[in-house]
C-alpha cells in the first residue's frame, strides 16, 4: 500500500528570529505563541478538508496556555503529537548524553500531559542526528524517527547561508549537518545507530522527509507554497511513484506579514511574506492530489505498518 503523511513542525518564530541571526528578543509574547493560537487552528482546518490526520511535532516547552488547548483538540481530531525536543536547541547532535536525555525527557513529559500517551516519534531540530541522539531514541522506546531530509538544495543552500552569515560575522543559531545524510536512504529504513544516515539493526524506523528520486529535490512545505507551480508539479512527479512519501510542513506556512509579525523577521524569512490565502490555497491542491494517489495516515501508524520484512 502507497503511504503518504503530512507532519507539521510546529516552530515559533523565535527559532526563525534565532536561525536570521535576529536575537529572541526581537518578538513580544504574542508572536511567539503565533505557531499555536493562530497557525495550528488554520492547520486544523486545512487539513480537516481531506479528512486528514497529520502529525504535529511539538516543541515541548510550548505545551503551557492557550497553545495547549490547541494541542488537545488536534489530539481530539486524531492527530498525533510528536517531539520535537523540549526547547528546540539546534545544536543537539553535538550535545552530551546527558543534556539529550533531559531533552526527551521533559518534552515526553509536557506531550503526555496534553495527549494521555508517551510520544512514538520524534524531529530533531535542524533535522540533525547523531549516534547520541538516536541511541537515546532506541532506549527510550521510540517507534521512529523523522529527523532526515536528504535533500541535495536544501544541503547546498543552508551551507551557503550560513558561510554568507560566517564571512558577514553575524552568528546563526543553526548548524550543518554531515554531507552523510545526502546518501541516506530516501524511503523508511532501520538505521545504524553508531552511523544514522546508513541502514542498520537499530529497532525502529527512519521516516525521511520526501525528495525526488533524481536530483533529490526536496519535496516540502516551503517549495509547495512558494516556488512556482511547474516546479510543484515536476517535483510532485520526482516522488509520486514512491510507496512512501512525507511531507513536511512548518507553522510559518499559513502565517503571513498580515499576522502583526515584526518586519525584520518577514524581511528575511521570505515565505512570510507570501500571502496566506496563497500559501492555503496551494497545500490545499497538494493535499488534494496526496489523497488521490496514496492512503493518507500518521507517521506513527506508517511506522506501525512496516514490517521486519521490509527492512
Ligand atoms: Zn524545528
Do not use: N
Request: charged letters at 20%.
Amino acid at each position: 500500500m502507497k503511504r503518504a503523511c503530512v507532519s507539521v513542525d510546529l516552530d515559533g518564530l523565535q527559532h526563525y528570529a534565532r536561525i536570521h541571526g535576529l536575537g529572541e528578543a526581537a518578538l513580544d509574547a504574542r508572536t511567539r505563541g503565533l505557531h499555536l493560537t493562530l497557525a495550528l487552528p488554520r492547520l486544523l482546518a486545512l487539513f480537516a478538508v481531506q479528512g486528514l490526520k497529520a502529525t504535529f511535532f511539538v516543541v515541548g516547552e510550548d505545551v503551557r496556555g492557550e497553545g495547549a488547548e490547541v494541542l488537545h483538540r488536534a489530539v481530539q481530531a486524531g492527530h498525533e503529537l510528536a517531539s520535537h525536543s523540549h526547547t528546540h536547541p539546534y545544536a543537539l547532535a553535538r550535545a552530551s548524553a546527558s543534556f539529550v536525555e533531559e531533552e526527551l525527557a521533559r518534552a515526553e513529559e509536557a506531550l503526555k500531559a496534553v495527549s494521555g500517551v508517551h510520544p512514538e516519534g520524534f524531529r530533531a531540530p535542524g533535522y540533525t542526528l547523531s549516534s547520541t541522539l538516536l541511541g537515546a531514541l532506541v532506549r527510550r522506546g521510540y517507534r521512529y524517527d523523522a529527523s532526515v531530509f536528504p535533500a541535495v538544495p536544501y544541503y547546498l543552500a543552508k551551507a551557503a547561508v550560513l558561510g554568507g552569515m560566517g564571512l558577514l560575522g553575524r552568528s546563526s543559531a543553526s548548524s550543518l549537518d554531515s554531507p552523510a545524510v545526502l546518501l541516506a536512504p530516501r524511503q523508511p529504513y532501520a538505521p545504524d545507530v553508531h552511523q544514522p544516515y546508513r541502514r542498520g539493526t537499530a529497532p525502529l524506523w527512519e521516516l525521511p522527509m520526501a525528495v525526488t528520486r533524481r536530483l533529490r529535490v526536496p519535496f516540502f512545505g516551503t517549495l509547495v507554497t512558494s516556488a512556482p507551480a511547474w516546479a510543484v508539479r515536476g517535483a510532485y512527479r520526482g516522488v509520486v511513484r514512491d510507496d512512501f512519501l512525507s511531507l513536511e510542513l512548518h507553522a510559518v506556512d499559513v502565517l503571513d506579514a498580515a499576522d502583526g509579525i515584526t518586519k525584520a523577521l518577514v524581511r528575511r524569512q521570505r515565505d512570510l511574506g507570501v500571502a496566506r490565502a496563497l500559501k492555503e490555497r496551494r497545500l490545499a491542491e497538494v493535499l488534494s492530489w496526496l489523497a488521490r494517489d496514496f492512503t493518507l495516515c500518521t507517521l506513527g501508524e506508517a511506522a506501525r505498518g512496516l514490517t521486519p520484512a521490509s527492512r
